[in-house]
């Protein structure tokens, strides 16, 4: 089984500074990695995703997360945030099976203030 | 054109009584999924369905049951609605059979609330 632990709930900063919301996972297998964002009364959107191959991974509207195996972590980072920023992040994992289950973080809140 | 959408957005019903939500995806996938998301923002899969199969049928009442007319609508139809079901409700899809390298695409969600 596999789990997701995103280490803070609230993430307050400032517009334009460096941003990072931290995820660990715990799988006993090989895992897929997500970050998708969920903006106020929607739906989730995919960020980005982990498959393998590069361990450096860029995604929509300049987010970038990078997979760390032994650190068992999946970090999304964005060196300058904007307002429009201002959502819920998730983390997710999935085993490499064919079934899709996505298990996911507790969602950290990013807060952009001007 | 709303890729994934669901009806109602919000439904406040009473204890006792039985409702669906629908969803519709127009993006030709093969695979659909619901999902419950708690007052604290936890998600958590309910089902998943390919091409009308059922593929992942997590620890959910029987209350629940979804059903699937073809495979670009999953509904959801739950029974005996209890306070503990208030949340929001994702329906999402992804191509092909489901499998882990799909992106699933959300649908804006339901508010179920149930008094």
């Known amino acids: 089984a596999q789990s997701v632990t995103q280490l803070d709930s609230q993430v307050p900063v400032f517009e334009e500074a460096p941003v990072e919301l931290r995820c660990n996972y715990s799988?006993?297998?090989?895992?897929?990695l997500f970050w998708y964002v969920q903006y106020p009364n929607q739906g989730l959107q995919l960020l980005l995703k982990?498959?393998?191959?590069?361990?450096l991974v860029k995604g929509i509207n300049g987010f970038e997360a990078e997979f760390n195996k032994s650190q068992t972590s999946f970090h999304l980072r964005k060196p300058s945030v904007h307002i429009s920023d201002t959502a819920e992040y998730f983390c997710?994992?999935?085993?490499?099976?064919?079934?899709?289950?996505?298990?996911f973080g507790q969602g950290t809140t990013l807060q952009v203030k001007p | 054109d709303t890729a994934v959408s669901q009806t109602p957005k919000y439904l406040v019903t009473q204890m006792g009584n039985d409702k669906s939500i629908k969803c519709e995806q127009n993006?030709?996938?093969?695979?659909m999924y619901w999902y419950k998301q708690d007052s604290k923002k936890f998600l958590k899969i309910m089902f998943s369905?390919?091409?009308?199969?059922?593929?992942i049928n997590e620890t959910v009442p029987n209350r629940f049951s979804p059903k699937s007319p073809d495979k670009a609508h999953l509904n959801l139809h739950i029974n005996s609605l209890e306070l503990g079901d208030s949340a929001v409700y994702f329906c999402?899809?992804?191509?092909?059979?489901?499998?882990?390298?799909?992106?699933?695409?959300f649908g804006p969600g339901t508010r179920l609330t149930v008094l």
């Open positions: 999402a899809s992804s191509q092909g059979a489901g499998g882990s390298l799909d992106t699933q695409y």
């Open positions: 799988s006993s297998v090989s895992v897929y």
């Open positions: 982990y498959l393998s191959g590069s361990t």
């Open positions: 997710a994992v999935t085993d490499r099976s064919n079934t899709g289950k996505l298990i």
């Open positions: 993006l030709g996938h093969d695979t």
């Open positions: 369905y390919n091409n009308k199969e059922l593929i």
